[in-house]
């Protein structure tokens, strides 16, 4: 084999492998994020950018209600924002645990109006129902929850999700009885991949 | 996988054809006046029972004193069954830490100017590396307290030069490209206090591709 065949041989077994011949990569196999409390509103609340569905003149049958949030991945890590740099942010377990906010023993929160909660990624505001679910819950025997678990263990590429660093999520509950404003803590498991081309800055 | 399909293709690429070392003949070139004397009652010193290492006309073993990036300073054993081939092997020290490395090189022939196609790993034990997430490197400033006991394996191939004799002392210098992987056993906890958020990260790793460079003066027994 002459050396210009050898070189040929060597450059193209090198592309075959993918990915860039100079790189620098970062990874954690086990990344977890615990988000402060974010408020739920009562599922009486007049409020439609609380409802599910704002289109519709009147929430009812079955009340939604809705919270939106767009948490920045970017902050905690810069390097998302960079050029050059292409990531794996992938949700190895999710967990939103749902807590009334109500102080008083005398009353203790209940939450057993809650039908169904589901966590989404992905959504498109103007379409009703859109994105992907990452975590679910369906209500089961107790009839009257103090707290409840929205879980997920999706194994999902968060990545086509995230626009300049921000993640933006949805979490929509369905209840069928007034349920008074409540919490949810956010827990949330990543494999975070970040690799620089750095070669492109030559 | 990267590193080993190109060593493969430069070993591919490199001559078969070996010369001799023009500036250590062979024994069967020395001249006659050159030979000793011979003893009376010394045993008679056949060409059969002379020691093999010399069939070629320079020594089998070396010491090998390098330096470069990422490689750190290294001191080598070198064995070469064959002019052509030599393997090396010894400690290694990077100012962090030290470690182990080896490899094997192809010398396609032998002049006072010789190529050199050399592929190489190597493993540090529990460097501090955590100088990599200063001033935005692209590493989390989070993971340092994580990068400060961290293993450091890597490989390299190089295409170099040796100037000097292949039975004496040679000066080599190597360019070429290193495949490097650094790895940490641990768990670190962050809180933003501003935004109440907690973020803990457990064993990362971080490994990438650079240009390698390496200095070597090489003596043969």
């Known amino acids: 084999m002459n050396r210009p065949a050898a070189a040929a041989l060597a450059a193209a077994l090198l592309t075959s492998c993918g990915g860039p011949l100079l790189f620098a990569e970062v990874e954690v196999p086990d990344l977890r994020v615990t988000l402060p409390p974010q408020s739920f509103p009562a599922s009486g609340t007049a409020l439609p950018a609380n409802w599910c569905d704002p289109s519709l003149p009147v929430n009812t049958n079955p009340p939604c209600v809705a919270i939106s949030a767009s948490y920045d991945l970017a902050a905690q890590v810069p390097a998302f924002t960079k050029p050059g740099v292409t990531y794996e942010l992938r949700l190895t377990d999710v967990a939103f645990i749902l807590s009334g ?31 992907t679910i990452i975590a679910s819950y369906a209500r089961t025997g107790n009839p009257h929850p103090t707290s409840i678990t929205v879980s997920g263990n999706a194994n999902l590429d968060l990545a086509p999700y995230i626009t300049s660093g921000k993640l933006p999520v949805r979490v929509e509950v369905v209840v069928d009885n007034t349920t008074p404003a409540f919490d949810a803590n956010i827990l949330a498991a990543f494999y975070v991949r970040i690799t620089l081309d750095w070669g492109s800055y030559l | 996988m990267r590193l080993a399909a190109l060593a493969a293709a430069l070993a591919l690429a490199s001559p078969s054809v070996y010369a001799e070392d023009p500036a250590a003949p062979s024994l069967s070139e020395a001249p006659a006046s050159s030979a000793p004397a011979a003893v009376p009652g010394a045993p008679e010193v056949t060409p059969a029972a002379r020691p093999p290492a010399r069939a070629s006309g320079s020594s089998r073993w070396g010491l090998l004193l390098d330096a470069g990036l990422p490689q750190g300073l290294a001191a080598s054993a070198t064995f070469r069954p064959v002019p052509s081939v030599r393997f090396f092997a010894g400690p290694a020290w990077n100012y962090v830490g030290f470690g182990v490395q080896g490899g094997v090189s192809v010398v396609p022939w032998h002049f006072a100017v010789t190529p050199v196609l050399t592929a190489e790993a190597g493993r540090y034990f529990g460097a501090d590396v955590s100088f990599i997430a200063k001033n935005g490197q692209g590493v989390p400033p989070e993971l340092r307290p994580l990068l400060a006991d961290m293993t450091y394996t890597y490989g390299a191939i190089h295409a170099g030069i040796e100037l000097g004799s292949q039975s004496g002392l040679t000066f080599s210098i190597d360019a070429g490209l290193a495949y490097l992987l650094l790895e940490s056993k641990g768990t670190v906890t962050t809180t933003d206090t501003g935004s109440g958020s907690t973020v803990v990260f457990k064993d990362p790793r971080v490994r990438g591709t650079l240009p390698s460079v390496k200095l070597g003066v090489h003596y043969w027994f």
């Not at chain 1, 005398?106 to 994105?131: E, H, K, M, T, Y």
């Open chain 1, 101 to 131: 906010t109500q102080t008083n023993p005398a009353a203790p929160p209940d939450l057993g109006g809650i039908v169904s909660a589901a966590v989404r990624v992905g959504v498109d505001p103007a379409v009703a129902g859109s994105g």
